[in-house]
């Protein structure tokens, strides 16, 4: 546990990823407080902060001081607020096992992804804000991309360094949204000329902020590696899930009342873990606009 002055405290929540900031008020952070903010959000790559006390407007604000905001291309903000992505699961669900291993119980984050890699310039991170969570159960697991590169021999890191993989959103999108179509993002510069976004990202890429090489691959938006065969591919594909999804490499979140979450989306992944039937998970999402993905020698 270390101090960063003005009573800021960071506890490590595991050996390569992952913080739990206090002495922070996000709905009132000056000029210094949120570049110590921005500083621990690039070390660690998750930070969480309890007790938190957020209006719309000030969620909003928080995400814009990072950046310009994502709109999701396929769920709908709430009327006059579309830059904010509405979670909530639980209330209508069962306890039957095989359902949700099936998917017919699908909840949206409920599968190891990256948050819509498929687009041209996927997100830079998200801030995601619970009002109500389970009594038990409900947690977020994250994997760190640069912990899981390092962990790669020399060899493996230069043969994945000269591939590119297709992040296709249709799988994904058909599970949560049946046959809806991406929405039109035209107005938030965004094009929408396809019913699902795609795009070719590096299989590893580069941080745009801090330089170091990230694994970019996931379960639940990644189809393809280019300059593979389709049997080459799947087998390299499932051997990186794998890598990537072992417990050295990640840190389970915990979440109470009124807890905010950031996470930068270029160097993790996550997974909400459904274990709550019945109870309620409820909160707001504000994602914030990345860059094209790119890799340097």
Request: aromatic share 8%.
């Amino acid at each position: 546990m270390t101090t960063k002055g003005q009573g800021i405290i960071v506890k490590k929540l595991s050996g390569h990823i992952g913080a739990e900031i206090s002495g922070l008020d996000l709905a009132h952070l000056d000029d210094q407080d949120f570049e110590t903010l921005h500083v621990l959000f690039l070390e660690h790559q998750v930070l969480v902060l309890r007790d938190q006390h957020l209006t719309r407007d000030q969620h909003i604000a928080l995400g814009r001081r990072l950046g310009k905001l994502h709109i999701h291309p396929m769920a709908k903000g709430p009327e006059g607020y579309p830059e904010i992505f509405p979670i909530e699961a639980g209330r209508n669900s069962s306890n039957d096992p095989k359902a949700i291993r099936s998917g017919k119980q699908a909840v949206n984050g409920g599968h190891w992804h990256s948050d819509v890699s498929c687009d041209a310039e996927p997100p830079l991170g998200s801030i995601l804000y619970l009002h109500e969570v389970p009594e038990v159960g409900g947690d977020t697991l994250f994997t760190s991309g640069y912990a899981a590169y390092d962990a790669l021999s020399p060899a493996m890191q230069t043969f994945l360094e000269g591939l590119t993989a297709v992040h296709s959103g249709e799988a994904t999108y058909r599970l949560h949204y049946g046959s809806q179509p991406a929405q039109d993002r035209s107005g938030f510069g965004v094009p929408s000329d396809k019913p699902y976004p795609e795009a070719v990202h590096p299989v590893v890429r580069t941080h745009p902020e801090t330089g170091r090489k990230s694994l970019f691959v996931n379960r639940g938006f990644t189809r393809e590696i280019v300059e593979l065969t389709h049997a080459e591919s799947q087998a390299l594909l499932e051997f990186l899930y794998r890598h990537q999804e072992i417990p050295e490499l990640q840190v389970r979140v915990h979440w109470t009342p009124n807890t905010v979450t950031l996470w930068d989306n270029r160097c993790t992944q996550h997974r909400a873990i459904f274990d709550y039937a019945g109870q309620v998970r409820r909160g707001e999402r504000v994602t914030i606009k990345g860059d094209r993905p790119y890799l340097t020698a």
